[in-house]
């Protein structure tokens, strides 16, 4: 699960509207071609989730959207070790915090178009760094 050059390898939930959202300036990034994985419909297997992880220097558990409904309802209150959460995060594919996008041998979250435009990468119609003044973007 390694982008080609010039490819985004972006994994994102069709479910989430934020991350419809990020697949617009996905595709709209300039000079690079857009590689979907929608893991609502083809969830990560845990080898994948395992290599996400590990290229984010991050654990498993780093990838848990704590406000998810299968967060809240199933894994806040007990304790899971790495391999019980990626099996949950196979059956409950909205408790992964995405999108997250591959480029090269970057692996990030994705909040905004501005992420990509701090990666040096030119997404049309966004050209500075900081954005507008009254937008905001979500961080974690």
């Known amino acids: ?3 080609q050059e010039n490819e985004i390898l972006l994994i994102y939930n069709g479910r989430k509207a934020q991350d419809a959202k990020v697949l617009g ?9 857009v590689n979907e994985r929608d893991i609502d419909k083809n969830p990560l297997t845990e080898t994948q989730l ?7 220097g991050l654990q498993i558990l780093d990838l848990i959207d704590k406000t998810s409904d ?7 209150s007990q304790s899971f070790s790495n391999e ?12 992964l ?17 501005y992420d990509f435009v701090n990666k040096g990468i030119e997404i049309e119609g966004v050209k500075s760094k900081s954005g507008n003044s009254s937008e905001t973007a979500k961080r974690d």
């Open 1 to 3: 699960m390694k982008p």
């Open 25 to 33: 300036y996905a595709s709209a990034v300039q000079k690079y071609t």
């Open 97 to 113: 915090k995405t999108p997250i996008a591959m480029l090269n041998d970057t692996v990030f979250f994705v909040h905004s178009a």
């Open 70 to 76: 299968a967060y809240l309802k199933e894994v806040k």
């Open 84 to 95: 019980e959460m990626m099996k949950i995060v196979k059956q409950h594919s909205d408790i």
């Open 50 to 56: 395992t290599q996400v992880a590990n290229e984010m």
